[in-house]
Structures are given as structure tokens and as C-alpha cells.
């Protein structure tokens, strides 16, 4: 039976929506998960948390009259569960059967296709530049962007094709402009969403470095040079070439108080360099890291905050919510920013994760090599990021 294709169950099941999950897992309250995906899916990427129990039972196990004891004594029956699939269909069904055995459940609306579809924008208390600047979290896959805004007019950096209505919205609650949307690389995890807000009317801006990789649409955007600065009201950002992660990546100083460093820095870790040319240019480019680190990044004030474009489970945010963290701060706490190069390189490229999901279609896409629908571009950026090397290795003690 396919997992989209379950029945309804002969019970009514309740069922909860992602931003209500998330709620309930932020305040810290006790949650427990049973996971009806394939195993494969489940270890790859699942909802976690200090304060989640999460359980992983494939859907098929519940198919038969007579459900195995031995799976049934994994499900506690002294709390509430909370189920969970890809999409729904088999969860319900899940929960559905656990409920006419008497267990206290429920099932999450839209599976993991709904837990990706958070988008939550926080305020950065600490930016103190011009105007108001925002960070857009999205949990399921850690990516994270910024909109700065200020007397009317407003820019987006690193903005994601699945949420381009919402940027748009905001700026219409915000009552202002949307004036540019801005790309800090050509991304291997999500697919990007500045062609689409260009085809809305905001000046879409790339990296000039990155053209070379192959972009097809470079003629019909803006392309960013090293120290070239966008005006969004009082407040400016700054292009600042960083390569390493890829040899077009390119960070910006919005108005030189946060550093937004695409998958350049993190506040856990430093990029991973084998996206683009693969582990045999991987040393090459972990040496061009390095020397970005120390001579582009590190030299800016120790206060200047520090953006990237993701975050990880290891990472701890700021008291404000956000995924940010001084300069100063990081240099402190992670090892890999104090390091001589050889050392550096060697530490990187010593532990590096898998690579992300369907990250070869990504990049064609992202380089418009590869038409994909809306729903196909969901899917493919499905899943973990990846893009920092080993989070183990590179913090201090």
C-alpha cells in the first residue's frame, strides 16, 4: 500500500498543525513522536529536541489485523503521541489503530511536507545599524535569511523560491518596498528564490564571482562586486567576497553591524568545501576558507555580528531567538578561527558529513540549468543541510 493511499480511520483522530508542534516543543513541554517513515527516512532527518521522545515505527508494521505485541510495547500508552509521516495520509491511519487500542494520540496535519513549511521571522535585538533587521528561521532544514528594512524600502538576503508570497507579504505589512533580493552564493540545499521575486519586480543581485560557475540567467540580474553597496533607506550592505565554501561565495555587511555570511561561518562552524569541485578540489578551497576567514571576516570589530545562512542542532541561539553571535565570541569559543592553516584544513576536511540531499539538482537548478514546478522544488529540498563541515571537530572545548 502506498503511504499516500491509507484509509480513514473508523475513529476520529485529532490532529495538530506544525506551528502548534513547534510551539509546544519551544516551551520546553515534554513531546513524543511516533515516526511511521521508513527507517532510512527517519535517520536522514527527523523533529528532535531535548524535550522530544521520538520513536521511529515504519506505517507497514500497523497493516495487519494483529499488530505485532512487539510494536505496540514500543508506544507508550501513559502520555500523549503525537504521529507523524511525510505527508499525513499514513499517520492518520497510524494513529487512527493506536486509538481503537486505547492509546492517547494524535497525528501532525501535513507530515514533514507541513513541519518544512514553518517559516518564522525574528527580530535581531543586537543589529544596531540602520533600520530594523529580521531572521528568518525555518527549522526543518536550518536555513535562515534576513530582511532589512528602513524608511520604506526593504532587501532580502538569501531568500528561499518556497516563500516568496510571504516575503512579499511582509513587506506589505511592514509598509515597505521590497527592493532588492539578494544571493550570497549559488546554494546546494535549497532551491533560491531571487529569479522568482526578480520576476516580481525586486532587483535581484547575485555574486558576481559565482557567474562563472555556469549561471544561465546572469544577464537578466544584478551582479554583486567585491565592496559594491546596496541602499535600503538610511541603512547600506556592503559586498564582502569570502570564498571558500564556493568560489563565488560572497558575504555582506549590512550596515556594518551583522555580517550575513551565506555557508561561509556559522555560529558552530565553518563551511564545508567540497560542494562544488568535490573532495579532490576540497584542500584547495579549504585553504581559500581560511584565508577569507582571517583576512576578510576576523578583521572586522570583535562586536560585528556574525549571520550565516544556517544553523544546526548544535547550534545555541542568542537570547533574542536568533542565530547570530559576535565575532569577538566566536573567535573565543571556536577553535577552528585560531588555527594555522595547515592545521586548519586538515581539521575540516577530517570529518565532513554527508552532503546534502538532491544537492546536485539544487545547484543545476540554481545555476538554471534545471526547470523544476513549485511542488518538485519542495521536495528536492527536503531534508538536512549539510553544508557545515563537522560541528564535533571544530568547537573548543
Same mark, same amino acid.
Given at each position: ?35 511511521? #517513515?521508513? %527507517? ?5 532527518? #527527523? ?56 492509546? +492517547?494520540? +494524535? ?24 533600520? !530594523?533587521?529580521?531572521?528568518? %528561521? ?22 528561499? #523560491?518556497?516563500? *516568496? ?13 521590497? *527592493? ?13 528564490? /531571487? ?9 535581484? /543581485?547575485?555574486?558576481?564571482?559565482? /557567474? ?26 556592503? !559586498?564582502?567576497? !569570502?570564498?571558500?565554501? *564556493?568560489?563565488?561565495? *560572497? ?9 550575513? !555570511? ?9 563551511? #564545508? ?20 576567514? %582571517? ?20 547550534? /545555541? ?81
Amino acid at each position: 500500500m502506498n503511504a499516500d493511499d491509507f484509509p480513514t480511520p473508523d475513529v476520529d483522530v485529532d490532529s495538530v498543525d506544525p506551528e502548534s508542534l513547534k510551539d509546544r516543543i519551544d516551551a520546553g513541554e515534554d513531546v513524543t513522536i511516533l515516526d511511521a #517513515r521508513m %527507517q532510512s527516512d527517519y535517520d536522514e532527518w #527527523r523533529i528532535d529536541g531535548e524535550n522530544v521522545t521520538s520513536i521511529n515505527v515504519p506505517y507497514f508494521e500497523f497493516l495487519e489485523d494483529e499488530i505485532d505485541d512487539d510494536v505496540l510495547d514500543r508506544i507508550p500508552d501513559d502520555r500523549e503521541v503525537t504521529v507523524l509521516c511525510a505527508k499525513g495520509g499514513a499517520s492518520e491511519y497510524v494513529a487512527g489503530t493506536l486509538a481503537e487500542r486505547g492509546y +492517547d494520540v +494524535d497525528h501532525l496535519e501535513d507530515g514533514m511536507n507541513g513541519w518544512a513549511s514553518i517559516y518564522e521571522a525574528v527580530e535581531v535585538d543586537r543589529y544596531d545599524g540602520a533600520g !530594523t533587521l529580521l531572521q528568518y %528561521q525555518r527549522p526543518s532544514s536550518g536555513c535562515l535569511g534576513y530582511l532589512l528594512y528602513d524608511d520604506g524600502e526593504a532587501a532580502i538576503i538569501d531568500p528561499l #523560491r518556497a516563500f *516568496t508570497d510571504r516575503y512579499l507579504d511582509d513587506a506589505d505589512d511592514l509598509g515597505v518596498d521590497l *527592493t532588492y533580493a539578494i544571493d550570497t552564493h549559488v546554494h546546494a540545499d535549497h532551491i533560491s528564490g /531571487v529569479r522568482d521575486l526578480d520576476a516580481e519586480g525586486v532587483e535581484g /543581485v547575485i555574486p558576481d564571482a559565482a /557567474v562563472d560557475r555556469g549561471v544561465t540567467y546572469a544577464d537578466e540580474l544584478t551582479t554583486a562586486e567585491d565592496g559594491d553597496t546596496f541602499e535600503v533607506g538610511d541603512a547600506a550592505i556592503e !559586498t564582502v567576497y !569570502t570564498p571558500g565554501h *564556493t568560489t563565488g561565495m *560572497t558575504s555582506y555587511l549590512v550596515d556594518e553591524s551583522l555580517l550575513a !555570511t551565506g555557508d561561509g561561518l556559522f555560529i558552530e562552524s565553518v563551511a #564545508r568545501p567540497d560542494l562544488e569541485e568535490g573532495d579532490d578540489g576540497a584542500p584547495d578551497a579549504a585553504r581559500m576558507l581560511y584565508e577569507s576567514l %582571517q583576512e576578510r571576516v576576523l578583521t572586522l570589530p570583535d562586536d560585528t555580528l556574525i549571520g550565516g545562512a544556517h544553523f544546526s542542532d548544535a547550534a /545555541v541561539p542568542a537570547d533574542d531567538g536568533t542565530y547570530t553571535a559576535p565575532i569577538g565570541e566566536l573567535v573565543e569559543e571556536m577553535d577552528a578561527l585560531t588555527m594555522e592553516e595547515d592545521d586548519f584544513v586538515e581539521l575540516i576536511l577530517s570529518d565532513m558529513p554527508p552532503r546534502p540531499a538532491n544537492y546536485e539538482d539544487i545547484i543545476a537548478t540554481n545555476l538554471g540549468q534545471n526547470a523544476v514546478d513549485d511542488e518538485e522544488a519542495f521536495t528536492l529540498e527536503l531534508g538536512p543541510n549539510n553544508c557545515a563541515a563537522s560541528q564535533d571537530s571544530l568547537a573548543g572545548d
